[in-house]
T-cell receptor, first 115, second 113 residues
Framework: EAGVVQSPRYKIIEKKQPVAFWCNPI?????LYWYRQNLGQGPELLIR????????DSQLPKDRFSAERLKGVDSTLKIQPAELGDSAVYLC?????????????FGPGTRLTVL | GDSVTQMEGPVTLSEEAFLTINCTYT??????LFWYVQYPGEGLQLLLK???ADDKGSNKGFEATYRKETTSFHLEKGSVQVSDSAVYFC????????????WGAGTKLIIKP
């Protein structure tokens, strides 16, 4: 079974530029999560989807961050414009229907560097 | 608010040494507790969990016991291998949530042959 796929794995951009991250969850997983992980810290939840619906986006900085999950499968997280403080690893995770936290499966992440 | 505190790394050990990574938590109610592992270049993986006081989670030779009296969930392994080198995260799930995790900062483990 293929795991959670994320791309790109690394991204370096200048500040004020836009950037987008893509996530393909495990087939059949209806719940999708985006996390941000700063260096030396644990992940912070940004947004959680149940199918196409964003059921928890309370931690998403909506002035510059946006996300979508069209058709309830793949998801894209966008930052526009990027700031220096956005440098971090962006993690995507998915879980199956009726799954609890211990069944979240994580992708390898996208490491973003903003110069 | 709820929080998780882990011992700072890196922790460097020789192969076959005994491992302890300390984790303590602050939480109201009855949280579930987890250890996740992140191998180089890979995503986070659930290593083990415990859902109530005195439960012991175990996997791949690792163990951790949920100690409510000391609010701790220390990770142990009797004999580590080079392949155990990774970053280990302790986390709690609030009792009223089936997905919201509170994470520790992670502890990097380096095993030397």
């Amino acid at each position: 079974e293929a795991g959670v796929v994320q791309s790109p794995r690394y991204k370096i951009i200048e500040k004020k530029q836009p950037v987008a991250f893509w996530c393909n969850p495990i087939s059949g997983h209806n719940t999708l999560y985006w996390y941000r992980q700063n260096l030396g810290q644990g992940p912070e939840l940004l947004i959680r989807y149940e199918n196409e619906e964003a059921v928890d986006d309370s931690q998403l900085p909506k002035d510059r961050f946006s996300a979508e999950r069209l058709k309830g499968v793949d998801s894209t997280l966008k930052i526009q414009p990027a700031e220096l403080g956005d440098s971090a690893v962006y993690l995507c995770a998915s879980s199956p229907p009726s799954g609890s936290t211990d069944t979240q499966y994580f992708g390898p992440g996208t490491r973003l560097t903003v110069l | 608010g709820d929080s998780v505190t882990q011992m700072e790394g890196p922790v460097t050990l020789s192969e076959e040494a005994f491992l302890t990574i300390n984790c303590t938590y602050t939480a109201t109610g009855y949280p579930s507790l987890f250890w996740y592992v992140q191998y180089p270049g890979e995503g986070l993986q659930l290593l083990l969990k415990a859902t109530k006081a005195d439960d012991k989670g175990s996997n791949k030779g690792f163990e951790a016991t949920y100690r409510k009296e000391t609010t701790s969930f220390h990770l142990e392994k009797g004999s580590v291998q080079v392949s155990d080198s990774a970053v280990y995260f302790c986390a709690l799930r609030k009792g009223d949530s089936n997905y919201q995790l509170i994470w520790g900062a992670g502890t990097k483990l380096i095993i030397k042959p």
